[in-house]
């Protein structure tokens, strides 16, 4: 069974940083493609972040390119983002999600598991 | 960027009713790669269809996609009491990006 479990989420004041981790299992997680999608309270979804299973590609929305940055260490089956400058725009929670098998990152991301989330608190 | 506007915001039925969700997109999408989502209050959202028209493992039947281009519909035949909640479409081609959302709800 696929599970997905992420952390380090909580309240930063802006311009502040933060870093989030989802530890995975149920799967060989280096064959998979990984994503962070994020939801502020009341809002709907949208995609911020996809990495390759070497990690070798990363993938970013314009509204976190140069401030975030995602990473992955396969040996620990462990997914990151590094968030850094905060604004109170990103105030979200923030999902891990495991992309679909057989697409490359680099064409799109279709999200087949998702984890609970993790919530982002950004204010003063 | 393709935008996706989904119609309409809350769709208003009866359990047994037969529901349908609209998703427009703002240029046509190739390859039809259109996923359908649902979200219940608390949980992360679950893939329903993919490929405009594919159902994910364990979707019931009742549940189908349609559409191709600019114009994609998610049908639910017959509205279970569990199938209540918020839909999103999704492009998930190099724009990942989502609609706004459709909320089921019960009259």
């Known amino acids: 069974e696929v599970q997905l479990l992420e952390s380090g989420g909580g309240l930063v004041q802006p311009g502040g940083s933060l870093r989030l981790s989802c530890a995975a299992s149920?799967?060989?997680?280096?064959?998979?493609?990984m994503s962070w999608v994020r939801q502020a309270p009341g809002k709907g979804l949208e995609w911020v972040s996809s990495?390759?299973?070497?990690?070798?590609?990363?993938y970013y929305s314009d509204s976190v390119k140069g401030r975030f940055t995602i990473s992955r260490d396969n040996s620990k089956s462990t997914l990151s983002l590094q968030m850094n400058t905060l604004r109170a725009e990103d105030a979200a929670l923030y999902y891990c999600?495991?992309?679909?098998?057989?697409?490359?990152?680099?064409?799109?991301?279709?999200?087949?598991?998702w984890g609970q989330g993790t919530l982002v608190t950004v204010s003063s | 960027e393709i935008v996706l506007t989904q119609s309409p915001g809350t769709l208003s039925l009866s359990p047994g009713e037969r529901a349908t969700l609209s998703c427009r997109a703002s240029?046509?999408?190739?390859?039809?790669?259109l996923a359908w989502y649902q979200q219940k209050p608390g949980q992360p959202p679950r893939l329903l269809i993919y490929g405009a028209s594919t159902r994910a493992t364990g979707i019931p039947d009742r549940f189908s996609g349609s559409g191709s281009g600019t114009d994609f519909t998610l049908t639910i035949s017959r509205l279970e009491p569990e199938d209540f909640a918020v839909y999103y479409c999704?492009?998930?081609?190099?724009?990942?990006?989502f609609g706004q959302g459709t909320k089921v709800e019960i009259k």
């Open positions: 149920g799967f060989t997680f280096s064959s998979y493609a």
């Open positions: 999600a495991q992309n679909s098998a057989g697409m490359p990152v680099a064409d799109g991301a279709l999200f087949d598991y």
């Open positions: 990495i390759s299973g070497s990690g070798g590609s990363t």
């Open positions: 240029q046509s999408l190739r390859s039809r790669q």
């Open positions: 999704q492009h998930y081609g190099t724009s990942r990006t």
